[in-house]
């Protein structure tokens, strides 16, 4: 249940951990946050599991969460990232403008924007950074190419990652989102801090129906 970091960085290539694109990447530890990053060399969390996601390991998590089907998720010894995240249905290219993402934001009501460099996911981008960086740098900025901008740090999952372990790295690194990347290196949901909240809203809910 592998959970990765990839430190701030220009979004030129690929991003994405070694054990998505072949590089490795930053240790990340549970409880505080990762020596800094080479972008040349780094390790990877729990490499093991990858290398066993297509194995038997990975149809006992499977077997697992149907036995804990009728346990309330929040209360799931291990709940699969997978069944709360959202889909990352929206992205924009390197190349488009900080204006041309917080439209894409706006219109598709959504706070986060997977960033593609050619076909790559080269980051993860949300609209409290966007805003900040034009506070910072000034409404000029807006014009300026992601392709030019240092890009923040973000976090990658599997699907298979417990929900609990990422929410705990999540505080860690001060991130409000993590991207869940599939077998084959493409994004596949978005897990943000609303998604717990909504968790676990609804399971205060349900106590209070009881």
Excluded: C
């Amino acid at each position: 249940m592998s959970i990765f970091v990839s430190e701030p960085g220009r979004p030129i290539g690929t991003r994405l951990p070694e054990a998505f694109r072949s590089r490795r990447v930053g240790d990340v530890t549970e409880l505080s946050e990762s020596a800094p990053i080479s972008p040349g060399h780094s390790e990877a969390t729990d490499a093991e599991f990858q290398q066993a996601a297509h194995s038997g390991s990975f149809r006992a998590l499977q077997e697992y969460g149907a036995a804990a089907a009728g346990e309330r998720r929040e209360e799931r010894v291990y709940l699969p990232v997978a069944d709360i995240s959202s889909p990352a249905q929206f992205s924009v290219p390197a190349s488009a403008t900080l204006a041309e993402a917080l439209d894409t934001m706006e219109q598709n009501r959504v706070h986060h924007l997977v960033v593609f460099a050619e076909n790559n996911v080269a980051g993860l981008i949300d609209l409290r950074w966007l805003l900040s960086w034009v506070h910072q740098y000034g409404s000029d900025t807006l014009n300026h190419n992601l392709a030019h901008i240092e890009l923040p740090a973000f976090l990658t999952a599997s699907p298979e990652t417990d929900a609990h372990q990422l929410a705990r790295l999540m505080l860690a690194h001060r991130l409000n989102a993590a991207l869940v990347i599939d077998a084959s290196g493409e994004p596949e949901g978005i897990v943000t801090s609303t998604d717990y909240l909504k968790l676990y809203a609804n399971a205060g809910r349900q106590e209070g129906a009881v």
